[in-house]
C-alpha cells in the first residue's frame, strides 16, 4: 500500500522529441543478488577499516571483517594518487567509481555500482573494478578525469567513456556491455528466455532467422548506438514468443518490451538503424514516468494516476509525462524553481517545450477533459506560454519594483521615460550597481517624465525583457518603448547622470532636483 501524502505532487506534461533521456525511466531499485560479492565490493579499505579500529586481529567479527576486506582487495583496486593513472593503463577494460564521503548521491550509486560490478563479473566480463575516494586523493582524480561526484567512467583500451544514465544495476551493466563489445543478448533456448524475464526491464526483440542479412546488420547498428536499451535477438520463434507472446512473423521481427501496462509495442518501419532507434526511443517510457532518486513508492497519485494515464496513453510518443513527488525536495525543486512556484500543496499541471525553452502552466482545474485541451494546445502551439512572476507589489519607492506582471504597465506602457535596473540575488556586482542606480534615482526624483524601476530577473520574466548577463541596465524613452538604450554598466555615478541628461534631452535637471537638495550631476561623487 502507498504511503500517502495528501496534495505533495507535482504534474509535468514535456514534448518527449528532444527530451533528455536522463529524466525518463522509472528509476526501480533492483532485486538484490549475488549477495556475497556484494558486501566484498562494499568492504571499505583495510587501511580506512584500521584507522576506525573496526579490524579487531583477535578475530571473532573483526576477523570476519578482515577476511572480507582481503577478498574485497583481489576484486575491487582502490586507487590513489599513486597508482591511479598506472592503473587505468594497465587494465584493457576498467570500470571506475569517483566517490566522495560526504556525497549523498555517491552513497546511494554505490550499491548500485556494486550490483552492477557484481553482475558484470558473473557473466565473465573482463572488465577490472576500481574505486577512487576523489576528496581524499585529488591529484588522482584530476589524472583521470574525475571532475565531479559521484562519476562513473568506463575505460577501454585508454579511452575513456563517461557514465550519464540512471543509477540502476541493469543500466549500468547494459551501457558497460555494449562499449565493451556486447550490444546485443543472444537468447536460444525457452528457460534462458524465461529467466532473462524476470529481470523486469524494458528490452528491444529481435527474431532473425540466420542472423545475418542487411536488417540484421541494422538491428546490431541501433543496439551498438543505443546506450540504454538492452536488446536481444533470438533465432527461434518459440523463444521469441516467450518474451513477445503478440509475435506474428516467421521470418524477422522487432519489438520493444516494458513492465508496465503498455507492454508490447511492435515495430511497423524500414528495417534501417535511425527508424529503429527512434521507434526505441518514443516508446520506451512508460505513460507516466514518476521522477525519484530511488522510487521509494511514497507517493499519493491513486485518486489522479488513472485519469492521467487515460489521457497519457491518446499523446504516446508526442508528449512525455511525468510525476514529481514535492515532498522529494532534491527532485522539486529544479521543477518549482523552473516556474517560480512556492512549495505546491496541491496538484499543478505544468509543461517544457524542449525545442524553444517555453514554459506552461495549466490554470484550469485537473480534469480528463481540461487536461486533454491543454495537451492539445501544447502540441499545435496555440497554448500562451507562462512567465515566473512575484506577487505585485503594493508599494512604489524611490526605485519602483517591477514584477513580471505589471512589466507592461510599469515599463512598456508608462508615459514616463524608465531607467530600469535588471539584477539577481547571486550576481556578484549587481549590489553595488544598485546602489549608484539609488544615487543616481534621488538626484532625479524631482522630475514627474522620469522614474526608476528595478526587476529581480531570478524569480521575474517577461517576452520582452530578453537579458543574459547580470546586471543590465536600460533606459526606455516614452517616446518608443521597443528600442530600449542599453546603458554601460561600469559608468560611474556622474556619468550615468550625464548619459540619463543626454539621451533623454533633459535641460534643467539642477532645477528639478533642487527639491530634494541633491547636487548636479557634475558635481555626484564617483563611488564606483
Known amino acids: 500500500m502507498r504511503a500517502r501524502r495528501v496534495g505533495a505532487l507535482v504534474l509535468v506534461a514535456v514534448l518527449a522529441l528532444a527530451v533528455s533521456s536522463a529524466w525518463a525511466a522509472r528509476l526501480d531499485l533492483d532485486d ?44 575491487v583496486l582502490v586507487l590513489d594518487n599513486d597508482n591511479a593513472r598506472r ?39 573482463a572488465v577490472a573494478f576500481a574505486k577512487l575516494d576523489g576528496e ?3 591529484k588522482a582524480a584530476a589524472a583521470v578525469g574525475v571532475k565531479g561526484f559521484p562519476t562513473v567512467l568506463l575505460f577501454v583500451n585508454g579511452t575513456e567513456h563517461a557514465y550519464h544514465g540512471l543509477h540502476t544495476k541493469d543500466a549500468i551493466v547494459t551501457w558497460v556491455r555494449k562499449k565493451t563489445g556486447v550490444p546485443v543478448i543472444r537468447l536460444q533456448a525457452k528457460d534462458s528466455a524465461e529467466e532473462f524475464l524476470k529481470k523486469d526491464q524494458t528490452f528491444a526483440i529481435g527474431l532473425f532467422k540466420d542472423f545475418e542479412g542487411a536488417e540484421y546488420e541494422e538491428f546490431v547498428k541501433a543496439a551498438t548506438t543505443d546506450d540504454e536499451v538492452q536488446f536481444v535477438e533470438t533465432n527461434d520463434r518459440s523463444v521469441a514468443k516467450i518474451l ?12 520493444l518490451v516494458k513492465s508496465e501496462p503498455e507492454k508490447f509495442e511492435k515495430f511497423d518501419g524500414e528495417f534501417e538503424e535511425t527508424a529503429i532507434l527512434r521507434f526505441v526511443e518514443l516508446n520506451k517510457f512508460p505513460l507516466i514516468t514518476v521522477f525519484t532518486e530511488l522510487n521509494s513508492e511514497a507517493y499519493d497519485f491513486e485518486d489522479l494516476e488513472s485519469m492521467v494515464e487515460e489521457v497519457a496513453r ?69 497554448l500562451p506560454p507562462y512567465h515566473k512572476s512575484e506577487p505585485v507589489p503594493q508599494e512604489k519607492g524611490l526605485v519602483e519594483k517591477v514584477v513580471g506582471r505589471t512589466f507592461d504597465s510599469s515599463v512598456l506602457e ?9 539584477y539577481t540575488p547571486w550576481c556578484v556586482d549587481c549590489e553595488a550597481i544598485s546602489k549608484n542606480v539609488e544615487k543616481v534615482a534621488k538626484h532625479f526624483s524631482g522630475l514627474d517624465n522620469l522614474k526608476f ?71 555626484v561623487k564617483d563611488e564606483l
Not at 245 to 255: D, L, R
Not at 414 to 422: A, D, G, I, K
Open 314 to 382: 491518446g499523446f504516446k510518443t508526442k508528449i512525455m509525462f511525468i510525476y514529481v513527488d514535492t515532498a522529494e525536495e532534491n527532485l522539486a525543486k529544479p521543477f518549482l524553481t523552473l516556474y517560480g512556484l512556492e512549495s505546491e500543496t496541491k496538484p499543478t499541471v505544468t509543461a517544457f517545450d524542449t525545442s524553444n525553452g517555453a514554459k506552461y502552466v495549466m490554470e484550469a482545474d485537473i480534469n480528463a477533459k481540461n487536461l486533454r485541451e491543454f495537451c492539445l494546445s501544447l502540441l499545435d502551439g496555440t
Open 453 to 523: 524601476a528595478r526587476i529581480d530577473a531570478s524569480v521575474n520574466e517577461h517576452p520582452k525583457l530578453k537579458v543574459n548577463n547580470y546586471p543590465a541596465l536600460f533606459i526606455y524613452p516614452a517616446e518608443d518603448k521597443s528600442n530600449p538604450i542599453k546603458v554601460p554598466k561600469k559608468l560611474s555615478v556622474m556619468d550615468m547622470a550625464k548619459l540619463i541628461k543626454e539621451k533623454l534631452q533633459i535641460s534643467d535637471v539642477e532645477t528639478a532636483a533642487a527639491t530634494d537638495n541633491s547636487p548636479p550631476p557634475e558635481n
Open 414 to 422: 508608462s508615459p514616463q521615460n524608465v531607467f530600469l535596473e535588471v
Open 87 to 125: 592503473t587505468v593503463e594497465e587494465h584493457a577494460e576498467l570500470l571506475l567509481l569517483g566517490y566522495a564521503p560526504w556525497c549523498e548521491r555517491s552513497a546511494k550509486l554505490m550499491p548500485r555500482f556494486a550490483e552492477a560490478a557484481a553482475a558484470l563479473r558473473a557473466m565473465g566480463s
Open 244 to 255: 513477445f507472446p503478440g509475435i506474428t512473423s516467421e521470418e524477422q521481427f522487432v519489438g
Open 32 to 75: 538484490d543478488d549475488d549477495s556475497d560479492v556484494l558486501d566484498e565490493l562494499l568492504a571499505i579499505d583495510e587501511e580506512e577499516e584500521e584507522e576506525r579500529g573496526g579490524l579487531d586481529a583477535g578475530g571473532g567479527d573483526g576477523g570476519g571483517a578482515a577476511e572480507a576486506v582481503r577478498r574485497a582487495q583481489s576484486m
Open 136 to 138: 581524499r586523493y585529488p
